[in-house]
């Protein structure tokens, strides 16, 4: 149920609120990624999305050039927000923005929890490994 809700950059002046809101959303017993810090760099060359509803965060991404690749940093959903279509908004936002850059692939790594999503939005498994991240990557080359 995406009514009301709006996908626009996140703002300096609501880095803590954001960084407030990936630690609560990665506790143990919701996720366990360790990175929960909004990048305040990646704010400020609007590299970080935020999907609102009625002027509240309710999940948040963030994206980083790297080589010819882009990396998504960060995808985190409010645990009480999931399961509403905000997860495919940012990372529809997400693919989109890694074109704009010119990168030729989009690069995430996801732990158990967030794998099936990852894969079930088109990304391929890189490899698989015995650690808790999993690195995917969607391509971004069309021929
Ligand atoms: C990854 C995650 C954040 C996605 O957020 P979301 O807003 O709930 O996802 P959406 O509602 O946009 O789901 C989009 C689609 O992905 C599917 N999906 C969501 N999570 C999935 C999962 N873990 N495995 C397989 N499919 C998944 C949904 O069923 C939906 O499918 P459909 O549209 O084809 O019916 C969330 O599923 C999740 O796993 N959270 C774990 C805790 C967390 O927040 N971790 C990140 C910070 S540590």
């Known amino acids: ?18 960084s407030a809101l990936c630690a609560r959303a ?3 017993g919701n996720g366990d990624r360790t990175k929960t810090t909004i990048d305040r760099d990646a704010v400020t060359a609007h590299r970080t999305f935020v999907v609102d509803r009625g002027g509240e965060a309710l999940g948040v991404a963030q994206l980083r050039p790297a080589g010819k690749e882009a990396v998504l940093d960060l995808l985190v959903v409010a645990p009480e927000s999931l399961g509403r279509g905000i997860g495919r908004l940012l990372y529809a936002w997400a693919l989109g923005a890694a074109r704009a850059l010119g990168a030729s692939a989009l690069r995430v790594t996801a732990d158990e929890r967030t794998l099936g999503f990852f894969e079930h939005m088109g990304a391929q498994l890189e490899r698989r490994g015995n650690g808790a991240g ?6 971004l080359i069309t021929s």
Do not use: F, N, Q
């Open 1 to 18: 149920m995406t009514v009301g809700l709006v996908l626009r950059p996140a703002r300096l002046d609501e880095i803590a609120a954001l």
């Open 26 to 28: 990665c506790a143990p």
């Open 134 to 139: 999993k690195v995917l990557r969607a391509s």
